[in-house]
């Protein structure tokens, strides 16, 4: 696997329809039900088939042969 780009997201968790359209790997919220219902959507390397799937920073997301990982803000608390 080559690079993974990082995505950040504003929070410390976000949904995997919502992650797939803030990384632009899909256009709509449909779009992201019909990938994911199909397989075709992987989280750590397993197939996702919950779009409702909490992400955390780390998490690698692949759709389609482009890999991207999540990036949460620090928390410096």
Do not use: W
């Not at 410390?12 to 790997?25: D, V």
């Not at 996702?48 to 759709?63: M, N, P, S, W, Y």
């Amino acid at each position: 696997m080559g690079a993974v780009d990082q995505v950040p997201i504003r929070d410390q968790s976000i949904r995997l329809g919502q992650f797939l359209k803030l990384a632009n790997l899909i256009d709509t919220g449909a779009d992201a039900k019909l990938v994911i219902a199909d397989g075709l959507v992987t989280v750590n390397d397993d197939v996702e088939l919950r779009r409702g799937r909490q992400l955390h920073d780390g998490d690698v997301v692949e759709l389609g042969g482009i890999s991207v990982r999540v990036a949460a803000p620090r928390s410096d608390a």
